[in-house]
């Protein structure tokens, strides 16, 4: 298991009637581990509720950590317990940072952010102007009044580099995708993290990109991987380590019979969309279904990683490297 900070939350700011800024450090005012631009923490609420959220400050800044959170309409407990509880001054436990977003080198890069969706590019848009590199970053919101960080936007150097949109509700309104990402290109990099209808829009808009070229961030689950589950079949794994061999059963994960095993298998979102479960294959590699949301084609095939949580085998033994 990786450490967990203990923090001291700083400040809590209200940003529009839903969303808040919150600004964690350490409690006796010394650096914290380094994070880059794209990286989530874990926050560790009461029992086992556990949500990740991106660091949205700049990764030069060694002393805070920069979170916005958006009070979820549909909340499963996590934005609703930190706008009931978290106040400055209270200690809180955070993961160290995790980075499934990283950026990557480009002669452009174009980041789309759907309303909460944009903390992790306004992260990354301070590094890339830091770098002089080039960048267009669009802003989809509901409406202004739904759009955080605008005062904090508007006193960057790169302001002027930032689009709003205000979609009202409709992930297609304001912004064409369609035009912005017509015609691959190989010098561009795409960034996109926000709600499902937005990533499926920029997904559907960028299907004749590599996809190399195009990046997600989900925090929910991707609704592709979501169907599968109906499919669920029984499957085996062994444990390279100690040659054990368990059976999972078709409404069982891997990580939860592993867990209950007593094996030490990492979980947080148990989704697929935070990588704390990220495990090597050794066998079988060809029988994985992998169903999260970030993995990349390079990460599954050639390093052979799988998540735990939620990702299964179409039907032969899986062989861990536990
Ligand atoms: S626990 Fe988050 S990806 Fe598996």
New binding site residues.
């Given amino acids: 298991m990786s450490e967990t900070l203990t923090l001291t939350v700083d400040s809590v700011t209200e940003e529009t009637g839903r969303i808040r800024a919150i600004v964690l450090s350490d409690p006796s005012g010394g650096e914290l581990p380094p994070f880059e631009a794209g990286s989530h923490i874990d926050v560790h609420m009461t029992g086992d509720l556990v949500r ?1 959220y991106s660091l949205m400050g700049d990764p030069e800044d060694r002393k805070h950590y920069r979170l916005g959170v958006l009070l979820e309409e549909e909340s499963r407990g996590g934005s609703q317990w930190i706008f009931d509880h978290m106040t400055p001054g209270m200690t809180l436990a955070v993961s160290q940072p995790r980075n499934n977003f990283p950026l990557h080198p480009a002669k452009h890069s174009i980041l789309i952010g759907g309303g909460i969706g944009v903390t992790p590019l306004l992260s990354m848009a301070r590094v890339l102007d830091r770098r002089g590199d080039d960048f267009t970053l669009y802003y989809l919101t509901r409406g202004r009044e739904q759009t955080a960080f605008l005062d904090e936007i508007g006193e960057t150097a790169w302001a002027d580099q930032v689009k709003c949109y205000h979609r009202g509700g409709d992930p297609k309104r304001g912004l064409d995708l369609d035009a912005l990402l017509k015609g691959p290109r190989a010098d561009t990099q795409v960034y996109c993290c926000g709600p499902t209808g937005l990533m499926t829009a920029v997904r559907d808009a960028s299907a004749a990109w590599d996809p190399h070229n195009v990046h997600f961030e989900w925090f929910s689950v991707d609704p592709e991987m979501e169907a599968k589950a109906a499919d669920n079949a029984g499957f085996e794994v062994e444990i390279k380590s100690t040659g054990q061999v368990f059976t999972i059963g078709p409404d069982e994960s891997i ?1 939860d019979v592993l867990q209950d095993a007593g094996l030490p298998v ?13 495990t090597p294959v050794l066998a079988g590699m060809d029988e994985i279904d992998h169903r ?1 949301s ?1 993995l990349t084609d390079e990460e599954r095939d050639e390093e052979g990683l799988m ?4 990702s299964r085998s179409k039907g032969g033994r899986l062989v861990l490297d536990l």
């Fill in positions: 990740q990580a990492e979980t947080s979102c148990c989704e697929g969309v935070c990588g704390a479960c990220i999260d970030i998540t735990l949580c939620c």
